[in-house]
């Protein structure tokens, strides 16, 4: 809705609205960062954890390829994640300054 210059409902609207886009911005972004750490902290754990059973150098290889996959699913799962949140928050607060500077 439009509204005459000045006009104070004008400026509650715009703040309902950019508090809006800072809830939906920052609501998933604790959910995000509790899971690609967690995931990535796993990868290392079960990484040592074959590496302490190696018997030879090939066990040793499969240990690190194994844990290459593990990053790599962590990368392309929870932690596209985390990226795809902090990206719109960022995004959110881009548009919540721009807003609040005209």
């Not at 902290?41 to 240990?63: F, H, P, R, T």
């Not at 996959?69 to 300054?97: D, I």
């Amino acid at each position: 809705m439009v509204y005459p210059i000045g006009d104070r409902r004008a400026c509650d609207e715009r703040g309902a609205r950019i508090r809006r886009i800072f809830i939906s911005a920052t609501s998933g972004s604790a959910y995000g960062q509790i899971l690609c750490r967690p995931c990535r902290d796993a990868g290392q754990e079960e990484l040592k954890k074959c590496l302490e059973a190696v018997i030879s150098q090939e066990d040793k290889q499969w240990c690190q390829k194994k844990q290459g996959a593990r990053v790599e699913a962590c990368e392309h799962g929870e932690c596209q994640v985390e990226k795809a949140q902090k990206a719109a928050q960022r995004e959110a607060l881009s548009q919540m300054k721009s807003s609040s500077d005209r």
